[in-house]
């Protein structure tokens, strides 16, 4: 059998782990920091997105800051001052920011916080398994780069201090879920079929 065809199978058998966001749940109206300071890769933007050498920081801090005045409890506004300080040299004021993009399980933050606390990046306070915990999070709730991450650094060893319990059928659901996303992208796709292979091929479930 081939390692699609596996990998759909396999996720037929596996407990659902793929959650769906839901950004209506929040407003989705274009603030001036969306347009400033959108994460390019973040599939819950409603602006194109401005990668890090063009980003006017001061700008989208003061866009973002008014716009979280008004709408405080908006989980892509805070992830997107949380990114604004942190690429102004500002981790310890975005520290809230991510927290709260966060708790409210806002897809780009987990994976973004969950990466920076995996390396303690950005006086973001480094932990291993907690950072592989948010890692983990936003592979579940469909974010491509923890469907891809959360699989090789748990083969790389990264969590085997941390009480994670997981499975071959965990990493491949996740790993079918980002073969699904990354179709047309020649060089995803080939990662993840490489990772699929090592899954199954890995012995320490």
Known sequence: MGI????????????????????????????????????????YRVAPGVGRKNADLPAAISACETAIAEDAGNPRLNYQLARAYGYSGMGQKALPYRKKSVEAGYPQSLFVVGFITLLGLNEQPQDTCEGGRLIRASAKA???????AFPDYYLEGRFATCDFDVSKAELLTYLKAAQETATGDFYKSMLVRRLADDVEAHDGY
Request: net charge negative.
């Open 4 to 43: 699609f065809a596996l990998l759909s199978v396999i996720a037929l058998q596996a407990p659902a782990a793929i959650q769906t966001f839901d950004p209506d749940a929040h407003s989705q109206t274009i603030t001036q920091c969306d347009q400033l300071i959108s994460h390019p890769d973040d599939p």
């Open 142 to 148: 469909g974010r491509l780069a923890g469907q891809i």
